[in-house]
């Protein structure tokens, strides 16, 4: 990409994680930004944001679904999927949202008990 | 009877805007589409009628339809250019002859006092245009594209025609004038 100062990791909200949750559920499914949207209930102007980010990162890839906008009559859908690199980083993420909560410092009371 | 004129009458419009609700949401689209980066106009342009097919109902369509033209600027900054670019890609669509449109902009916003950090940002202009492709712009060393940046934060929500406007108004304006005052500072 030939970025000096991009972190490896993108920018994560709890929206984030949503869509990469539903990827993790389908690892092996393509979906739309319609599929997306009715699967994790994000709007579409939070949903495109969030897919942009991870592709750029490499996390998701997208191609469109293959057919002729004519034959079908309809616009074509862009299909995204979860990359290797992406479903790995996404299980390192939600095993962290899901690890129980424990104080890095050890309370001074505990501690002395 | 007024009161059935009244009824007959709103219903009549609700129809006719719920049938108009389709196409003005692909005009949404479409214009949304337009901000963006040029890299992504098509591609989101397609994808986004795919999503409007798929959206039941009319008045859904015409939500979705808002929804992302709400979020064009986020989009526009989460794009691949953008990442690449030190300068919004909606500013970069726009100015054509750059460097005196980024020194407009900036002297533009000096006079109106809503640059607040001008002589931080010029600072750290030299090293910023170190580590860009971008050659030191003639003549004004010490300002450069990352004040625009700043200039623009706070303007993500600016129309390509009011900036536009805006530079045509400072053009007229002897933009020189405020270019020789900032380069004084």
């Not at chain 1, 869509?19 to 092996?28: A, C, G």
């Not at chain 1, 949207?37 to 469109?64: A, C, Q, V």
């Not at chain 1, 057919?67 to 962290?96: C, D, F, S």
């Not at chain 2, 039941?56 to 033209?69: E, F, N, T």
């Amino acid at each position: 990409m030939g970025k000096t100062n991009k972190p490896e990791m993108p920018r994560l909200s709890y929206q984030g994680l949503l869509v990469l949750r539903v990827f993790l559920d389908h690892p092996r499914k393509e979906l739309c930004g319609a599929d997306l949207m009715k699967l994790t209930d994000l709007s579409s102007g939070t949903l495109y944001p969030i897919l942009l980010r991870f592709e750029r990162y490499g996390m998701l890839e997208s191609d469109w679904e293959d057919m002729a906008p004519e034959e079908v009559g309809r616009p074509r859908r862009r299909l995204y999927k979860i990359t290797r690199h992406g479903a790995q980083i996404a299980r390192q993420l939600l095993a962290n949202v899901n690890k129980p909560w424990s104080p890095a410092i050890p309370s001074p009371v505990l501690a002395e008990g | 009877m007024v009161n059935f004129l009244l009824g007959l009458l709103g219903k009549l419009l609700a129809a006719e805007l719920s049938a108009r609700c389709p196409e003005i949401a692909q005009k949404i689209i479409s214009s949304a589409a337009k901000r963006l980066p040029h890299s992504l106009q098509h591609r989101m342009l397609e994808e986004w009628s795919a999503l409007l097919d798929d959206t039941p109902g009319d008045l859904s369509k015409l939500c979705v339809a808002i929804s992302l033209y709400w979020k064009r600027s986020k989009i526009a900054d989460e794009s691949e250019e953008a990442a690449e670019s030190p300068v919004p890609t909606l500013v970069t669509d726009i100015l054509t002859d750059s460097e005196e449109d980024i020194f407009v902009l900036v002297a533009l916003g000096k006079t109106d006092g809503e640059i607040s950090n001008l002589l931080d940002l010029n600072r750290t202009v030299v090293e910023y245009l170190k580590i860009t492709s971008v050659q030191k712009l003639s003549g004004q060393s010490n300002i450069g594209r990352k004040d625009l940046v700043s200039f623009l934060r706070t303007r993500r929500n600016y129309s390509c025609s009011k900036f536009r406007s805006v530079i045509g108004h400072f053009r007229r304006a002897r933009h020189w004038r405020y270019l020789k005052r900032l380069h004084g500072l």
